[in-house]
């Protein structure tokens, strides 16, 4: 079974930038499309962003398109998310997850979850 563990988050100031990575065990990382999810205390969960296995299709959210990077390095079972030009709004609890099928915006078609790494923005 596949385990995520998040990492990278913390306090930082409007306009600034983190690099959130998300490690996996499991032999077969590669296999999985990743997808990182958001939520804000009293909000839905929301979806950011997805990568294919082989990062061949890459989408994003439209509240982070243009400011957020997702990428993955199969060789060290990680997945990351680049997040640039912080604002306020993106104060949540970022997750990343693993899927081998359905949609990609859908939570429900992600079978492993990490257990989340606060970001926090705020000057």
């Known amino acids: 079974q596949e385990q995520l563990v998040e990492s990278g988050g913390g306090l930082v100031q409007p306009g600034g930038s983190l690099r959130l990575s998300c490690a996996v065990s499991?032999?077969?990382?590669?296999?999985?499309?990743m997808g990182w999810f958001r939520q804000a205390p009293g909000k839905e969960r929301e979806w950011v962003a997805s990568?294919?296995?082989?990062?061949?299709?890459?989408r994003y959210g439209d509240s982070v398109k243009g400011r957020f990077t997702i990428s993955r390095d199969n060789a060290k079972n990680t997945g990351y998310l680049q997040m640039n030009s912080l604002q306020p709004e993106d104060t949540a609890r970022y997750y990343c997850?693993?899927?081998?099928?359905?949609?990609?915006?859908?939570?429900?078609?992600?079978?492993?979850w990490g257990q989340g790494t606060q970001v926090t923005v705020s000057s």
């Open positions: 499991g032999r077969t990382f590669s296999a999985y499309s």
């Open positions: 990568i294919t296995w082989t990062a061949g299709i890459i």
């Open positions: 997850a693993a899927r081998n099928s359905g949609h990609y915006m859908d939570s429900t078609s992600y079978d492993y």
